[in-house]
């Protein structure tokens, strides 16, 4: 099993819509978690971390679901500026410096 | 503020060649780490720095080395170049790795 596994998509949607992606880690002891956003030949950008409680910035919304393993991340009313690559995160539980990359998920948000 | 700076952004090498990679970060961020980005790989990290003076390796350092003289910078080595070796590189900044990291815009490296 992958340490941190992504559906790769692509999810194609429609502008408006709602989607959501989900991730599963395999560490338990993991502790801390990130969604980025990467978009075709570009750096991976920093989108939120992810907080036991679960977290909102705008439109974005993450959960966190220790006892599952995994994370998602909710985006409502999809902007074409949405279409990106999604790559989930999760921290080494057995080095903290380390952090455990997902392959991405790919979203094509369509006019 | 420039965040995290690499250069250069292309670079094509012969094989046995060597490269230094160059990345400054002006965030004063104390983490520091270097990444390869392979199509159906994702991110690999090659080594990583958690202050001035400390280096230390990720899961695939071999063929490269890196120091951390400064807080600031973070070069990355590349000894004798390899088709292998061609790849996108990313060097990252975090205040600490709890906090998230900043990428600089990548250096895309063609091995022939």
């Known amino acids: 099993r992958k340490e941190v596994e992504q559906d790769p998509g692509p999810f194609n949607v429609p502008e408006g819509a709602t989607v959501a992606f989900n991730c599963t880690y395999s560490?338990?002891?993991?502790?801390?978690f990130f969604w980025y956003r990467q978009d075709c030949r570009k750096e991976p950008k920093l989108l939120m971390s992810?907080?036991?409680?679960?977290n909102e910035d705008g439109r974005f919304t993450a959960q966190l679901n220790r006892a599952s393993q995994y994370i998602s991340l909710l985006i409502r009313d999809s902007k074409l500026s949405d279409s990106a690559t999604y790559l989930c995160v999760v921290n080494d539980a057995g080095n903290n410096r380390k952090l455990i990359w997902g392959l991405g998920t790919s979203l094509a948000v369509n006019p | 503020n420039a965040g995290v700076t690499q250069t250069p952004k292309f670079q094509v090498l012969k094989t046995g060649q060597s490269m230094t990679l160059q990345c400054a970060q002006d965030?004063?961020?104390?983490?520091m780490s270097w990444y390869r980005q392979d199509p159906g790989m994702g991110l690999r990290l090659i080594h990583y720095s958690v202050g001035a003076g400390i280096t230390d390796q990720g899961e695939v350092p071999n063929g490269y080395n890196v120091s951390r003289s400064t807080t600031e910078d973070f070069p990355l080595r590349l000894l004798s170049a390899a088709p292998s070796q061609t790849s996108v590189y990313f060097c990252?900044?975090?205040?600490?790795?709890?906090?998230?990291?900043?990428f600089g815009s990548g250096t895309r490296l063609t091995v022939v």
């Open positions: 965030m004063n961020h104390e983490y």
């Open positions: 990252a900044s975090s205040r600490t790795g709890q906090y998230g990291y900043t």
């Open positions: 992810v907080y036991s409680s679960g």
């Open positions: 560490n338990s002891a993991s502790q801390s």
